[in-house]
């Protein structure tokens, strides 16, 4: 009779570690330094980004100071309710979209354009001036360019903007009583302000194109702008569509410094300007109504997480390989 192997491990013999074990620990042992300098990051993100999803659970409760998050009175949707059947939830979120997407229109094709244009600025000196005069206005405060807005567009004194209008012999306009002309100074606002960032991205997108590209349109008779248009423009796609995703997925988070600073909270100009995020802060000061300010939180945060997805679905059913995830 023929006695089968035995599978068992002799007496001291060691056991064999499987490959994807041995594997897994040494890439762990290998990136151990580049996890340890992630750690702070990793803290951070999860003190002040996660942790704090924790008070969602307001947008459902009648929230009393003496009670606290665990004590208060559970509502169900009545927050919700109460947001919609004001109809200021469609007021804002109107504004907060149309807004946002009029900046994120204009913001593409205007810093496109400049980053063409520095591109074509060979004089260093004259390259580093541009870049640097284009860029300040992104460290100003919001705070100091609602005063520059309001010199340029009060009534008393009269700004720059009237001066010019009653030179050309036409009456003053007031325009913090008049909430009709306000989506374009704040998409003029938000230009000044943003261009200079974004056009140093798409600057720095266009350097890292290979010269040799536009070499060989040059020897084949490709003016400039035929070289733009077939060169330029299709190898910063996969660059301007990430941007695009990033800022479509914070659609429904407008910029609180803009619309409360420059249009100076005026109630009369709430019709266009009053956006999601301005409503939170004054339901907060004004009416100290936490639960339904927790709640248009909550209807901006998922329905951006909603449209963000949507939008990279789109994507990646045109090209996988431009999605985000």
């Known amino acids: 009779m023929i006695k089968e192997p035995s599978l068992a491990p002799k007496p001291g013999a060691s056991r064999a570690i499987p490959a994807v074990g041995r594997s897994s620990r040494h890439r762990l042992r290998r990136n151990l330094s580049l996890l340890l300098m992630g750690l702070p990051g990793i803290v951070q993100i999860f003190i002040f980004a996660y942790l704090p999803m924790f008070g969602l659970v307001i947008a459902f409760k009648d929230y009393r100071f003496n009670l606290g998050i665990l004590g208060s009175k559970w ?40 980053a063409i244009l520095m591109n074509e600025i060979y004089q260093s000196y004259w390259a580093r001036f541009y870049q640097t005069a284009m860029f300040l206005p992104h460290f100003i405060s919001w705070v100091i360019a609602g005063y520059f807005v309001f010199g340029f567009l009060s009534m008393n004194p009269i700004g720059w903007v009237n001066q010019i209008i009653v030179s050309l012999g036409l009456q003053p306009i007031r325009w913090y009583n008049e909430p009709q002309y306000w989506p374009a100074i704040l998409t003029v606002v938000n230009l000044w302000k943003s261009v200079g960032f974004w ?82 802060y004054r339901s907060l000061r004004k009416i100290s109504d936490i639960g339904m300010a927790a709640a248009a939180g909550f209807y901006q945060a998922l329905v951006g997480l909603i449209l963000i997805s949507l939008v990279n679905w789109v994507v990646r059913r045109i090209n996988p390989e431009r999605a985000l995830f």
């Open 199 to 280: 056009s140093i991205v798409y600057l720095a997108g266009i350097m890292g194109i290979l010269p040799e590209y536009y070499e060989a349109a040059k020897i084949d008779g490709a003016n400039k702008w035929q070289q733009i248009i077939h060169i330029t423009l299709p190898l910063l796609v996969p660059l301007i569509v990430t941007n695009v995703l990033l800022q479509v997925g914070r659609i429904f988070y407008a910029d609180f410094g803009l619309f409360f600073n420059v249009t100076q909270d005026q109630p009369v100009l709430y019709q266009t300007t009053d956006v999601i995020d301005t409503f939170v």
């Open 75 to 114: 509502v169900g949707l009545a927050n919700f309710e109460y947001l919609f059947a004001r109809g200021t939830a469609w007021r804002i979120t109107y504004n907060t979209v149309v807004l946002n997407a009029l900046f994120i229109t204009t913001t593409l094709i205007v810093s496109l354009a400049v």
